[in-house]
């Protein structure tokens, strides 16, 4: 016969302060490994949502970043000649592309040198790139020295509409400001590609080159050709995969650190938990007695106290989860593949929140194992004349 699941409720709401502190632990630890795991999804998301599934990145042959990427103008013209690049009305090639640098500006929050992607871009980049809108002024005019900034660098550095900002000592006006729903991009400075190709010198050529496919399927004859095309020395991927890929060294990190601090908390936590349930089994000797007594079995007993283990736990994975759910939508940043200060939300998710209670029932399970065998292990007479 199975002792109900009331008298384990009960028993936790009389005995309040004695669990509090253990669910106090466990939540703390539930919250670090989900605000940990947040932080690791949100750069992960921002990476993932950079880039259209039916667009390829075109980078020089062993480049791993845009950075450290050249492609010569010859070698560009080369590629936007083929017949597997969607076409406009004007059937110009769906294409764009791009130079990149990196800058230094001080952060507003605490004016510490930070490095700040910029992009030049032909206007055509808005209709390639895809996902990519207006929130406030205009876009640049080609010839003029203007920069469109993203939301991230606009809330980070300050740069509003009418600013102005230091290209190689040399004032742009800041005309326009940009959102990508929270992809890498927003972390950029974008300005029109021919103004800004003398002054950032890069007039021999372009960092990479960004093409629509008319027929995704076509991905993988288009690589093998361009990629095999001793003329051009590139490397062809899938733009979303490509930026994706430059997440994998720090979301793992960040993924083995969200590890590594849950198991050392953890285990404190689960030091904790079993305290508190050895606490609880000593003062309800004789109880225990009287149960065995009126003729519940051991594996009842254990049972019994192994479910108020793994409420005690539950009830700290939800408080911890609570705890974590304000860090959902705060603005962190890192360094990217471009050596260039890369901002991320937060994104607790729901695999993130079950995670979370899956790591504390079991610390509640560990907690409460041995100190539930010893409350199923009590002679009955032992029991009944503990005072």
Sequence with gaps: MALPITYNVRNVRVRWQLTLLAIVGIALVVTTVVF??????????????????????????GANAELTSGIGRNAAALLLVDSRIARDEAERPLS???????????RKADGAEVNVSVRGVTPRAFDVRGGIRLVAGRQVQPGLPEVMVGERVRDRYGFEVGSKVSIQNKPWEVVGVFASDGSGFESEIWGDLETMAEPLRRTGGYQAVVVRLADPSTFEAFKTAWEGDPQVQVSVFREREFYEAQAGPIAGALLGLAGFVGIVMGVGAVFGAMNTMYGIVASRTREIGTLRALGFSRRSILLSFLTEAVILAAAGGVLGCLLALPANGVTAATNSANFSELAFAFR????????????????????????????ARLPITTALREV
Aim: charged content about 10%; glycine content about 10%.
């Design 36 to 61: 940990l795991t947040a932080m690791a999804s949100g750069f992960r998301l921002a990476l993932r949502a950079t880039g259209r599934t039916d667009n390829v990145m075109i980078v020089q042959k």
């Design 348 to 375: 607790i998710t729901a695999p993130a929140l079950f995670a979370g209670m899956t790591f504390a029932i079991l610390m509640g399970i560990v907690g409460g194992l041995l100190p539930a065998l010893r409350a």
């Design 96 to 106: 764009s592309p791009e130079i990149l640098v990196v800058a230094t500006y001080p």
